[in-house]
Each structure stands twice: as C-alpha cells, then as structure tokens.
C-alpha cells in the first residue's frame, strides 16, 4: 500500500478536486438538507430485504429442519412483523 501511494501519478488542480455531476458544471453549495423520512424509509428497506434473504435458504430446506426450526422461523418473522408494526404505527412509512 506504501508502494502504490508513493508510485502513483498525484497531480491536483482546481478542475480535478471540484464536484462532478453527469458531466455538469456544480451550482452552488453541496450540501443540502433532506428530510430524515427518507433514510429511516431506506433503512427499513434495507432490513426487510436483507431479513428476507434468510428466508430463502431455510426455505430450501424446511422439510429437513423439523418442527423446532419451524417455531424457530415463526419467531424470526413474528420479530420482523413487530418491528414493521412499530415503523407503521410511528408513521415512518407514509412517504408524504
């Protein structure tokens, strides 16, 4: 890693460190406010979709597993189905 940062071409200049955007020139500042909705809203995205890939290997092998995995697996989506309960009740899924 020494190696590569010592041998690497570093040659800054303004139109280099400035903001690029499909091609347009930036306009004004980069920061902007965006409401905290759409993150909590991403975020319960990103954990239904990640807790659902679980579901699909266990599914795969249901027959093997037994009646402890099933009660196992109503558990797991009986915690999911709470939380999503939760997110409902407090609103964050309304997306206006």
């Known amino acids: 890693m020494a190696a590569?940062?010592?041998?690497?071409?570093?040659d800054p200049y303004p139109e280099k460190l400035t903001t690029y955007e499909c091609g347009i020139d930036?306009?004004?500042?980069?920061?902007?406010?965006?409401?905290?909705?759409?993150?909590?809203?991403?975020?319960?995205?990103?954990?239904?979709?990640?807790?659902?890939?679980?579901?699909?290997?266990?599914?795969t092998v249901f027959e093997d597993l037994g009646y402890i995995a099933v009660v196992e697996m109503g558990i797991f989506i009986g915690i999911l189905a709470l939380g999503l309960l939760y997110a409902w009740r407090k609103g964050v899924l309304k997306w206006a």
């Not at 993150?39 to 890939?53: A, M, Q, T």
Request: hydrophobic residues 55%; proline residues 7%.
């Open 4 to 10: 590569a940062w010592f041998l690497r071409p570093h």
């Open 26 to 59: 930036p306009v004004g500042e980069g920061w902007s406010q965006s409401q905290v909705r759409y993150y909590i809203f991403g975020f319960l995205f990103v954990i239904f979709d990640v807790e659902s890939v679980f579901l699909f290997p266990w599914a």
